[in-house]
């Protein structure tokens, strides 16, 4: 049974880059099926994909229109983890993250990280 | 990218009684090749991580209760709780599977009437 611990800072000051990290248990990241993304829920409520890494003989990325200028998802194989990197955020930023474990459908989730944007 | 538009954004629902969820999306999210709609229905609890609930708009995710299905017609998705149980308190989300960006609906709250 798969399992995704999160981890990184809570706070963040703006223009900064929020980093987390999620560890796998569980499965591969390097997974010829899966597809390992992140998605956020803002204060406001809804939820909002951010994007996804996978490998398919190679690695591939999409990222939100949203924040694409912003983001980097990278998979860490000799560690069995991904990474989020959001770069110059703002209050907006604000939200609560999730990393998740994706066929298709998104059936494993990580605990969830509070990350506040604030100076 | 494909907007999907839920419906209500809140019900009160006496226990017991049917909740009914719309969710419509933009375009078709149907794969002609295999026949199938790429949608997906969460249950998203306070404090915890949303619950996979429904894929391919009709499957229950593994112990998910009978009492929750799901249906389409076209573009129409339906999430349907025939009988509302305390715990079903929540907020439900549709999301679209079918291509990047995926997108969630803006999610319809049901409580306890």
């Known amino acids: 049974q798969v399992q995704l611990q999160q981890s990184g800072p809570g706070l963040v000051r703006p223009s900064q880059t929020l980093s987390l990290t999620c560890a796998i248990s569980?499965?591969?990241?390097?997974?010829?099926?899966?597809?390992w993304t992140w998605i956020r829920q803002s204060p406001s409520g809804g939820l909002e994909w951010l994007g996804r890494?996978?490998?398919?003989?190679?690695?591939?990325?999409d990222y939100a229109v949203s924040v694409k200028s912003r983001i980097t998802i990278n998979a860490d194989t000799s560690k069995n983890q991904f990474s989020l990197l959001l770069n110059s955020v703002t209050p907006e930023d604000t939200a609560v993250y999730y990393c998740?474990?994706?066929?298709?459908?998104?059936?494993?989730w990580g605990q969830g990280i509070l990350v506040t944007v604030s100076s | 990218d494909i907007v999907m538009t839920q419906s209500p954004d809140s019900l009160a629902v006496s226990l017991g009684e049917r909740a009914t969820i719309n969710c419509k999306s933009s375009?078709?999210?149907?794969?002609?090749?295999?026949?199938?709609?790429?949608l997906a229905w969460y249950q998203h609890k306070t404090g915890q991580p949303p619950k996979l609930l429904i894929y391919?708009?009709?499957t229950r995710d593994s112990g998910v209760p009978d009492r929750f299905s799901g249906s389409e017609s076209g573009t129409d998705f339906t999430l349907t709780i025939s009988s509302l149980q305390a715990e079903d308190v929540a907020v439900y989300y549709c999301?679209?599977?079918?291509?990047?960006?995926?997108?969630f609906g803006g999610g319809t709250k049901v409580e306890i009437k």
């Open positions: 998740a474990r994706s066929f298709g459908a998104t059936g494993e």
């Open positions: 569980g499965d591969s990241v390097s997974s010829n099926s899966a597809t």
């Open positions: 890494t996978y490998y398919r003989s190679k690695w591939y990325n």
């Open positions: 375009q078709s999210v149907l794969y002609s090749s295999n026949n199938k709609n790429y």
């Open positions: 391919w708009a009709s």
């Open positions: 999301q679209q599977y079918y291509t990047t960006p995926l997108t």
